[in-house]
């Protein structure tokens, strides 16, 4: 019998903005697990290509680059084990430390994610739009920035996208998991005994009916109104725009990507941050005196992100 249904819960009957086949591989590793099976490192990183964090932050003549790798969450455990992804929440308080230190003077966001949990998103991709009142905060796709890593990356002052870089898949989704042929080859009847009309609908033991498949549909299209109203707020356009002219679900290449609005410009990571430190010294010699410079550390130290 299939074990890790708790697990399961966090996968399933959830919404997601993640591009399919990575929530596919990484659901391909849960009902390995759920099944019995046991994966090495070298297998779980085959399946899902986990990214590791390297170091967060780390100045770069005055700019902070902060990595948004690997599947997203907004709280990782079980997520960050199996796909070495990053915390939604330890991006925002990266990104706080950088506006509030005097030292820096522009953040650049590098990344290279599939997308993730919805949970946290939101939060984020405003955190940073506010954020970018007081410091210039670019975002690179190098090489992708799909889903809920792109939903992130809009919200920066400017996006590029390297050479060779994806973007895009806006949209969201979710599966039900129907185990009930299973249980039924094994003998096994699963009763269900709750309280509450809807406590249970959705469960992996029966088939989705009609008002269980109609309320995911809804809070799917509920959450996927909140991504491309953001996205139209942060990119200066209409929400008919992102819907119809962002790829509409799909990943594009680099310059697909710049003619469609999705990215600013393509450009190597090693040129952004050239171009953010130069525009760092300029800000520098125009803040000239010491009473400028005193007023620019009390706007940073108000930043509230």
């Given at each position: 019998m299939p074990s890790y249904t708790?697990?399961?819960?966090?996968?399933?009957?959830?919404?997601?903005?993640?591009?399919?086949?990575?929530l596919m591989e990484v659901q391909e590793v849960l009902r390995t697990r759920m099944a019995g099976g046991k994966l090495s490192d070298d297998e779980i990183r085959q399946h899902v290509q986990a990214a590791t964090n390297g170091q967060d932050g780390k100045p770069?003549?005055?700019?902070?680059?902060?990595?948004?790798?690997?599947?997203?969450?907004?709280?990782?455990n079980l997520m960050m084990e199996i796909s070495g992804g990053t915390s939604t929440e330890i991006i925002r308080s990266k990104i706080r430390e950088a506006v509030n230190d005097p030292e820096i003077g522009a953040i650049l966001?590098?990344?290279?994610?599939?997308?993730?949990?919805?949970?946290?998103?939101?939060e984020l991709a405003d955190a940073i739009y506010r954020a970018r009142e007081v410091k210039p905060i670019?975002?690179?796709?190098?090489?992708?920035?799909a889903s809920a890593a792109y939903w992130i990356a809009a919200a920066a002052s400017d996006l590029y996208i390297t050479p060779g870089g994806e973007a895009g898949s806006l949209g969201v989704?979710?599966?039900h998991w129907d185990e009930s042929q299973w249980y039924e080859s094994e003998g096994v009847k699963p009763t269900l005994i709750s309280a509450g009309k809807y406590k249970v609908e959705g469960n992996p033991y029966e088939a989705l009916g009609d008002d269980a498949r109609g309320f995911?549909?809804?809070?799917?299209?509920?959450y996927y109104a909140m991504f491309i109203t953001a996205v139209a707020r942060y990119r200066g356009v209409k929400v008919s725009e992102v819907r119809g002219g962002f790829g509409e679900g799909r990943v594009v290449g680099a310059r697909e990507a710049v003619e469609v609005g999705l990215a600013d410009k393509v450009a190597t990571f090693d040129e952004v941050v050239a171009s953010?430190?130069?525009?760092?010294?300029?800000?520098?010699?125009?803040?000239?005196?010491?009473?400028g410079q005193s007023l620019r550390r009390a706007k940073i130290a108000q930043a509230k992100i």
């Amino acid at each position: 019998m299939p074990s890790y249904t708790r697990v399961a819960e966090r996968f399933f009957n959830k919404p997601w903005a993640l591009m399919p086949d990575k929530l596919m591989e990484v659901q391909e590793v849960l009902r390995t697990r759920m099944a019995g099976g046991k994966l090495s490192d070298d297998e779980i990183r085959q399946h899902v290509q986990a990214a590791t964090n390297g170091q967060d932050g780390k100045p770069m003549g005055y700019v902070a680059v902060i990595r948004v790798h690997g599947v997203l969450a907004q709280r990782m455990n079980l997520m960050m084990e199996i796909s070495g992804g990053t915390s939604t929440e330890i991006i925002r308080s990266k990104i706080r430390e950088a506006v509030n230190d005097p030292e820096i003077g522009a953040i650049l966001l590098d990344v290279d994610s599939p997308g993730g949990d919805v949970y946290g998103t939101a939060e984020l991709a405003d955190a940073i739009y506010r954020a970018r009142e007081v410091k210039p905060i670019a975002a690179i796709a190098n090489s992708l920035a799909a889903s809920a890593a792109y939903w992130i990356a809009a919200a920066a002052s400017d996006l590029y996208i390297t050479p060779g870089g994806e973007a895009g898949s806006l949209g969201v989704w979710t599966v039900h998991w129907d185990e009930s042929q299973w249980y039924e080859s094994e003998g096994v009847k699963p009763t269900l005994i709750s309280a509450g009309k809807y406590k249970v609908e959705g469960n992996p033991y029966e088939a989705l009916g009609d008002d269980a498949r109609g309320f995911i549909q809804k809070r799917v299209d509920e959450y996927y109104a909140m991504f491309i109203t953001a996205v139209a707020r942060y990119r200066g356009v209409k929400v008919s725009e992102v819907r119809g002219g962002f790829g509409e679900g799909r990943v594009v290449g680099a310059r697909e990507a710049v003619e469609v609005g999705l990215a600013d410009k393509v450009a190597t990571f090693d040129e952004v941050v050239a171009s953010l430190q130069k525009q760092v010294r300029s800000n520098s010699r125009q803040a000239g005196s010491k009473s400028g410079q005193s007023l620019r550390r009390a706007k940073i130290a108000q930043a509230k992100i």
